[in-house]
């Protein structure tokens, strides 16, 4: 991926996500939105990336039904996207 480019990461919109960069000064949040494909739910994020090397994206997902009474006992999601810029 070079600098300048864009990054977007497309997840499951049936969790509450948190998305964190390990070097967060190399990734800008362009938009943020929801949207569907073939039936599915999505949360869609755009980035522009900002700075040259490694640097992981993690997104920590807590599944919606969580917040019901009472709520169910489905894991926490997490994904470790690793990105290489130049």
């Not at 490694?54 to 009472?70: E, H, M």
Request: hydrophobic share 35%; proline share 7%.
């Amino acid at each position: 991926m070079s600098v300048g480019g864009e990054l977007r990461v497309v997840l499951p919109a049936n969790s509450t996500w948190n998305l964190a960069s390990n070097k967060p000064s190399a990734l800008k949040l362009k938009s943020a939105s929801s949207g569907s494909i073939g039936g599915s739910d999505l949360k869609i994020w755009m980035f522009d990336v900002l700075e040259t090397g490694r640097f992981v994206l993690r997104a920590t997902g807590d599944p919606l039904c969580r917040q019901d009474v009472p709520p169910c006992s489905l894991p926490t999601l997490e994904y470790n996207f690793t990105i290489d810029s130049h």
